[in-house]
């Protein structure tokens, strides 16, 4: 798994960026996961649920910096060919 994770200030296009490449990788903006929605539970499970379904690309906006060290632990169990964009909000 490749983890990409975009930081920095508010109102920098982060968001914006990561619509773009859901959009190239054929997904629309409600494909977005919005990490502040969710609990930490709901997080692995949305993640990992959506990893063995076979996808290749993963965009995850308004990520906490524990769902990142999440993501980072998990980083081994998750398929090779798997891409994960992350933004974390600040």
């Known amino acids: 798994m490749q983890l990409n994770v975009s930081r920095g200030a508010p109102a920098t296009g982060k968001t914006v960026r990561l619509r773009q490449t859901a959009a190239a990788a054929g997904q629309n903006q409600k494909d977005i996961l919005v990490g502040r929605h969710l609990s930490t539970p ?22 906490s910096e524990e769902q990142i060290t999440i993501l980072e632990r998990y980083r081994n169990r998750m398929p090779d060919n798997l891409t994960i964009h992350a933004v974390v909000a600040n």
């Open 42 to 63: 709901a997080f692995k499970a949305v993640v990992w649920r959506r990893a063995n379904r076979g996808a290749t690309v993963i965009c995850i906006d308004e990520c």
